[in-house]
């Protein structure tokens, strides 16, 4: 089974910093993407930044997140990592994590439990 574990959520005030981490588990034979999505109360979920593990390592934002948030991934660890700066009260929502692997037996993609982000103004 595999599991995805996040941290480095909490409570920031406006114009702060946080770093989201989520750390994969589990018989992976590779990662094909990561990436990280958010939810606020009353909203879907919508995506926030996601990553490829081949290649180039290929980006995407969410126009509201351009030059704020950066996504990176350290292949070996199995982690992304999600660096969140001038944050914003409407960045609050719960943050989960989202990965695409290939196991032996085909491609999946999993889920993290989430971790909350509150900024306050």
């Known amino acids: 089974q595999v599991q995805l574990v996040e941290s480095g959520g909490g409570l920031v005030q406006a114009g702060g910093s946080l770093r989201l981490s989520c750390a994969a588990s589990?018989?992976?034979?590779?990662?094909?993407?990561m990436g990280w999505y958010r939810q606020a109360p009353g909203k879907q979920r919508e995506l926030v930044a996601t990553?490829?593990?081949?290649?180039?390592?290929?980006?995407t934002y969410t126009d509201s997140v351009k030059d704020r948030f950066t996504i990176s991934m350290d292949n070996a660890k199995k982690t992304v990592y999600l660096q969140m700066n001038n944050l914003r009260p409407e960045d609050t929502a719960v943050y989960y994590c989202?990965?695409?692997?290939?196991?032996?037996?085909?491609?999946?993609?999993?889920w993290g439990q989430g971790t909350q982000v509150t900024v306050s103004s």
């Open positions: 589990g018989r992976i034979v590779s990662i094909n993407a």
């Open positions: 989202n990965g695409q692997f290939r196991k032996s037996d085909g491609n999946y993609e999993y």
């Open positions: 990553i490829t593990a081949i290649g180039y390592g290929t980006t």
